[in-house]
């Protein structure tokens, strides 16, 4: 406490000298703000119309996807065929073989109609061997086709 009171005048000089300075610096910044106060609004009117025009074009912007269209013929198929029960009488074709045909005519595998119809795929050869037979052909399509001639099958569009 000694020390303090000997030093007291030293200790308040101190303390003004700091005052002063904080007012001085107070002073100095006041005036700085007030001199240039045009220049600093319009810094910040100009970041703020920066980030406004920003967020503006990215809501107003066209997308990067193109879209494209494209113009194709649709054939319009009427639905007024009618199945030969006749042919199918004559040449003895079961409702399972022709569930078969025309699950052919879809270009489904022997594989897919088996998991289709839940049958073993020995049942679906069997079937495809006998409508091969039936429809007098050596092939899958030409069966098809035979079928889509005796009006067994709906012909398709092309």
């Known amino acids: 406490m ?25 002073l100095e910044y006041r005036f700085l703000i007030l001199q240039h106060e045009f220049e600093i609004y319009a810094g910040i009117i100009a970041i703020l119309f920066l980030l406004f025009g920003i967020w503006l074009s990215s809501k107003i912007r066209k997308p990067k996807v193109e879209t494209v269209f494209i113009e194709k013929e649709i054939k319009i198929f009427k639905n007024d065929f009618i199945i030969n029960e006749k042919a199918i009488s004559t040449l003895k074709i079961s409702p399972r073989e022709l569930e078969v045909l025309s699950l052919m005519a879809k270009g489904l595998s022997n594989q897919e109609i088996a998991d289709s119809l839940f049958v073993s795929l020995n049942t679906i050869k ?33």
């Open 2 to 26: 000694q020390k303090l009171k000997q030093h007291k005048e030293i200790i308040t000089y101190a303390v003004a000298m700091a005052f002063l300075l904080l007012i001085l610096r107070f």
């Open 126 to 158: 069997t079937h495809s061997s006998n409508l091969l037979e039936k429809l007098d052909a050596k092939r899958r399509t030409q069966a098809i086709e035979n079928a889509k001639k005796l009006q067994i099958l709906a012909p398709t569009l092309e």
